[in-house]
Nanobody, 120 residues
Framework: EVQLVESGGGLVQAGGSLGLSCAAS????????ITWYRQASGKEREGVAC????????NYAEAVKGRFTISRDMARNTVYLQMASLNPEDTAVYYC?????????????WGQGTQVTVSS
């Protein structure tokens, strides 16, 4: 069974930090790219950061560059999103998703999401 399980969401004050995890199972993790998406209430879902598991290449949305860091642990089949200097505009449900081979591909698998709330 394919699973992507996010964890680490919660409530944090503006200016604070929070780390999310995405644990993958049931598919060939090393052949995928993992993207963190977020969707704020009333807004469209947007891609935040992506990492190619095989070569470790990363890319970020402009809104989070310099504040968010995506990384992977291939031994644990887990991708992390470390978020710093959070502001209320970062409040959203954060999802991780797996796309075959490339960050440019439409994801094949999705997690259930984890809520991040940044208070002002």
């Amino acid at each position: 069974e394919v699973q992507l399980v996010e964890s680490g969401g919660g409530l944090v004050q503006a200016g604070g930090s929070l780390g999310l995890s995405c644990a993958a199972s049931g598919f060939a993790f090393n052949n995928y790219a993992i993207t963190w998406y977020r969707q704020a209430s009333g807004k469209e879902r947007e891609g935040v950061a992506c990492i190619n598991i095989r070569d470790g290449s990363v890319n970020y949305a402009e809104a989070v560059k310099g504040r968010f860091t995506i990384s992977r642990d291939m031994a644990r089949n887990t991708v992390y999103l470390q978020m710093a200097s959070l502001n209320p505009e970062d409040t959203a449900v954060y999802y991780c998703a797996a796309g075959l081979y490339s960050c440019a591909r439409t994801p094949n698998y999705w997690g259930q999401g984890t809520q991040v709330t940044v208070s002002s």
